[in-house]
Structures are given as structure tokens and as C-alpha cells.
């Protein structure tokens, strides 16, 4: 099985500050990268996808890849408590439909 | 916005028995996928379908089957429960070729296998 790999934390920075939350994964034919959100008793909602090397922004998230490394990694600027959570990095196979996922980021944003 | 329905959210079996988990989407996507939702083994895919009648095994499809007679609908079916299946299991579909490629979930079952 090819694999998402993800540091499990608890990663805690305080409000305002920046997250960094990264992602390895081992698929080397992946082309399609993602991170979901996942708030404690609720389902994983997408909130990035990335295709192409470099940086891609939304607002204040900004999603990195570089598929040499084989690294993709997602950052939150100026961090709010509401963006603690647990970040999925989720991995389109290359053989087909599913995604893998990691095994998650948990983000504490304390005030 | 697109509605993935699971129909139970909190379910409790027996060991052995035959179990049903029905998802039902509301937006005509081809895609349709069971992960289980385990702590500290994040995400795992059991089955998956990318249209009608047709199905594809994951990477922990034991003691699981599914079934996809409509393309709103695909169950996943426990042929005899285990203690080792109490997980929460997650249903998502998705439509294909869309540009952002997003998951929608369902809410979730937990299932407990007593």
C-alpha cells in the first residue's frame, strides 16, 4: 500500500501565528494532493487541492508541493482557535479513483 | 450543496450477525467510497465503485462487501460482524472528472460490535 505520512502532534502555536503542517507520501505517480479538515466528532471537509509544483493560495491557507521531494505541506496564516482541528493529507493513487490518507495533523490554536 | 446521507449514525450488533451500512447521495456522482475512521490509523479504504454495479476493493476489504444497484446508493455489508469491526465508517462520493476532485462526506456510523 502506498503511503501518506504525516507528523500526529499535537502541533500548538498561538493565535495570529503561522501553522505548518507537512506531508510525505510515497506514490511517486501521484498527481493529485489534498487536505481535508476535520473537526473532533465531525467529517473531513476539503479545504485545499494542489495539482502542480509550487504554492497555490486560498485566503489564508497556502498549500506547497514539490513532487521531486515527494512533500506536500499546507499553512495557515494568521492561525484563529476556530482552525483546530485535524489536518488530512489525502493523496490521489495513480493507479485509479481512491485517495490515501494520512493519518492526520492535530492543530491546537490556543488565544 | 451536495447531501451524503448515511443512515445511522450510532449502531450497536452483536458478534456474528449480518450488518447493513446504506449511503445514499443526492448528487448524481459516479463515485462512491467505505473508509473506516480508526484513532491512530486515520483513513482506511474498504471498498470503493466508480459507477453503477461496478465495485473495487480497497486495501482492507475483509469481511466486508458492498453493493451498488442505483448510482445514488451503495451499502456496505458486514457478512458476520466482529468485535475487530467496531470502527466509525465513513461514506463519500464524488463526481468524476470534476476540477477540484472534493470528497464529499457523509456523517459518519459508528459502529459498535458487541
Known amino acids: 500500500q502506498k503511503e501518506v505520512e504525516q507528523n500526529s502532534g499535537p502541533l500548538s502555536v498561538p493565535e495570529g501565528a503561522i501553522a505548518s503542517l507537512n506531508c510525505t507520501y510515497s506514490d511517486r505517480g501521484s498527481q493529485s494532493f489534498f487536505w481535508y479538515r476535520q473537526y473532533s466528532g465531525k467529517s473531513p471537509e476539503l479545504i485545499m487541492s494542489?495539482?502542480?509544483?509550487g504554492d497555490k493560495e486560498d485566503g489564508r491557507f497556502t498549500a506547497q508541493l514539490n513532487k521531486a521531494s515527494q512533500y506536500v505541506s499546507l499553512l495557515i496564516r494568521d492561525s484563529q482557535p476556530s482552525d483546530s482541528a485535524t489536518y488530512l493529507c489525502a493523496v490521489r493513487r495513480a493507479s485509479g479513483y481512491a485517495l490515501n490518507f494520512g493519518k492526520g495533523t492535530s492543530l491546537l490554536v490556543t488565544p | 450543496d451536495v447531501k451524503v446521507t448515511q443512515s445511522s449514525r450510532y449502531l450497536v450488533k452483536r458478534t456474528g450477525e449480518k450488518v447493513f451500512l446504506e449511503c445514499v447521495q443526492d448528487?448524481?456522482?459516479?463515485?462512491m467510497f467505505w473508509y473506516r475512521q480508526d484513532p491512530g490509523l486515520g483513513l482506511r479504504l474498504i471498498y470503493f465503485?466508480?459507477?453503477?454495479?461496478?465495485?473495487e476493493k480497497g486495501d482492507i476489504p475483509e469481511g466486508y462487501s458492498v453493493s451498488r444497484e442505483k448510482k445514488e446508493r451503495f451499502s456496505l455489508i458486514l457478512e458476520s460482524a466482529s468485535t475487530n469491526q467496531t470502527s466509525m465508517y465513513l461514506c463519500a462520493s464524488r463526481r468524476q472528472g470534476a476540477t477540484n476532485e472534493k470528497l464529499f462526506f457523509g456523517s459518519g456510523t459508528q459502529l459498535s460490535v458487541l
Open positions: 494542489i495539482y502542480s509544483n
Open positions: 465503485s466508480y459507477d453503477v454495479k461496478m465495485k
Open positions: 448528487m448524481d456522482h459516479e463515485n
